[in-house]
């Protein structure tokens, strides 16, 4: 990573990456598919362990963000036979937040609250709520329409 400049905090990055391939060479025979296949390919189990029991175990990645989006990358860009995928919430980073109360999602309250990732996933949730979407399915269009300054016309 610091090789090709990809770590931007160089120590802490190559820290974070070493103690995530740590958690799965010691645990999963090094492998993410042993990983998945330990929780039975669900992802609901999967982030529960990332998120709740193994926190320490994934720094960075056990974040409401990150966790999610590398699910969504798992699902998406992997043949990994993933159970529960509709489960996989929108990545709340800043221009998610933003998008979300733009769109009157989420009040100013819960904008300026220390809980506003879990506003924000709870708010996807039930607005797709009885439809064929998911979260996840809407982060690109939100993510590119709050880095544009919210333009009309992408």
């Known amino acids: 990573m ?4 990809l770590a931007l905090q160089k120590n802490k990055q190559t820290q974070i990456w070493i103690r995530l391939c ?5 645990n999963f025979n090094g492998r993410v598919t042993d990983f998945f296949a330990y929780f039975d390919n669900d992802i609901q189990k999967v982030r ?9 175990d994934f720094p960075y990645l056990s974040g409401k963000k990150l966790c999610n989006y590398w699910l969504y990358v798992m699902y998406q860009y992997t043949n990994l036979p993933l159970i529960n995928t509709d489960k996989i919430y929108i990545a709340t980073n800043r221009h998610i937040i933003r998008a979300t109360h733009r769109l009157g999602l989420i009040t100013d309250e819960e904008l300026e609250s220390s809980k506003v990732q879990d506003y924000v996933i709870e708010a996807w949730i039930e607005a797709l709520n009885d439809t064929e979407y998911v979260p996840i399915d809407f982060q690109a269009a939100l993510w590119l329409w709050a ?3 919210f333009k009309e016309d992408l």
């Not at 990332?50 to 320490?56: G, N």
């Open 2 to 5: 610091t090789k090709y400049n």
């Open 22 to 26: 740590q958690t799965l060479v010691n």
């Open 48 to 56: 529960h362990y990332m998120q709740v029991e193994k926190k320490k």
């Open 147 to 149: 880095r544009s300054g």
